[in-house]
């Protein structure tokens, strides 16, 4: 067997993933496929398809090295023994499962071709965050028929978050392999464990069976989903009463048992992985009869939906119960800031909502107006994309904050201010600004979780 890798899927997992191995380990020929020819073209051009700090850097050094970026998905198969599949699998849009399952057709059509291809024993590693018991059946996929070859399917889940997906895969707190507890099931995941241990400490590097490994993702992206509703939940109960949930949030996370980490009020959670994860933990509830774990955790989701909306209705309340013809200006569409990305961003809802009421919306983002464009390409003649911040807010009646970004944060406010029309409204969606200075300033400002600073009451 060689030790060279194959990646099949070049996103978001993949490319980065991919690009961390080729690094650390400079014996193994990685090479990332993907059906999507320009992907693959961007991947071997300067303009990489993803934007990720730090991501560059790597791929220059390591690209034609031991790093390739291919659309020859057959030939790839059968070139190496090493195969991740790192293939998309958003939430499933139709039939049986519909907005909770997840649609599991081009992981199906990739094991199958992963059989069809083959020509010699493989390794197939799920990357991609699949419902549990997926291994079993990309196993099945792979038996079927005669084949005269040995897969052994095991799951590696990821845990890089977006925005530090390079400093994660270089220190991450825990790699998780699991395998079949067999002979050649334990062989196959010392081939794995040797690979992540060139710059991994084997401490950290954790081995379980598979179906542990699956499950173990869908509940850590539940579990830090569940703090950020937690939290967001209390910011509604901090605006209605003199508490500020930043302090609480500081107050709470100083118990070493809690932790300080996902306890800041937002917007709203974002991002491919947590709604999706949490459904399919749901669904997969469900399937068990488990309805009442069920509804736990799609409380997780709808209090995020919930958030969405209330920052809405604390803008319309705010502004005189009407924004229609008004000019709203969108700081950041990205699901969370260093970014380009804005898969499920709390920014789309919000938009479409202020849209809803007639508001002239601009939308302004660093990384992710291409994305953001496409998100409303339905209402595109009733939103401005602009790359400027200053120039969205002019003439503006109110900016709000959705993405965190540290340009947002570091603007000068007062040229923001002066460029608007009275009266100026600030809504922080992610209490990332001076709050008391912008109200000194003579905005008025709405924070999550925080008692209204407003001129106009
Ligand atoms: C997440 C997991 O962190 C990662 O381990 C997994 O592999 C994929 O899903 P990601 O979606 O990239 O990563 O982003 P993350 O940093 O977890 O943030 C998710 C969302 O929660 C963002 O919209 C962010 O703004 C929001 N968030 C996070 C909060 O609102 N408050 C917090 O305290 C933390």
Known sequence: MNKNIL????????????????LKCPGIRVTVVD???????????????????????????????NLFFSTEVAKGIAENDIIFVAVNTPTKMFGHGAGCAADLQYWEKTARLIHDCAKGDKIVIEKSTLPVKSAAAMSRILYSGCTPYH????SNPEFLAEGTAMADLRDPDRVLIGGDDTPSGRMAVEVIVDIYSNWVSRERILTTNVWSSELSKLAANAMLAQRVSSVNA?????????ADIDEVAHAIGMDKRIGP????????FGGSCFKKDILNLAYLCETYNLH?????????????????????????????????GKRIALFGFAFKSDTGDTRESPAIRVAQMLIEEHANVVICDPQALGNARRDLADWEDRVVFESDPYTAAEGADAVAILTDWTCFKELDYTRVFSGMRQPSFLFDGRNCVNHAALFEMGFNVYAIGKSPRSHVD
Not at 261 to 268: D, E, R
Not at 318 to 324: D, L
């Open 234 to 242: 209390l910011s509604a109960l901090c605006e209605v009463t003199e």
């Open 35 to 65: 059906v999507d020819a320009q992907r693959i073209a961007a991947w071997n051009s300067d303009l990489l398809p993803i934007y990720e700090p730090g991501l560059e850097e790597v791929v220059r050094q390591c690209r034609g090295r």
């Open 7 to 22: 990646c099949i899927g070049a996103g978001y997992v993949g490319g980065p993933t991919m690009a961390m191995i080729a």
């Open 261 to 268: 980490k996902f306890l800041k009020a937002g917007v709203g």
């Open 292 to 324: 009442g774990v069920a509804e736990y955790w799609k409380q997780v989701v709808l209090i995020n939906d919930w958030q969405q909306s209330r920052f809405v209705g604390t803008i319309l309340r705010a502004m005189f119960n009407t924004v229609a």
């Open 151 to 154: 897969f052994e399917v095991l």
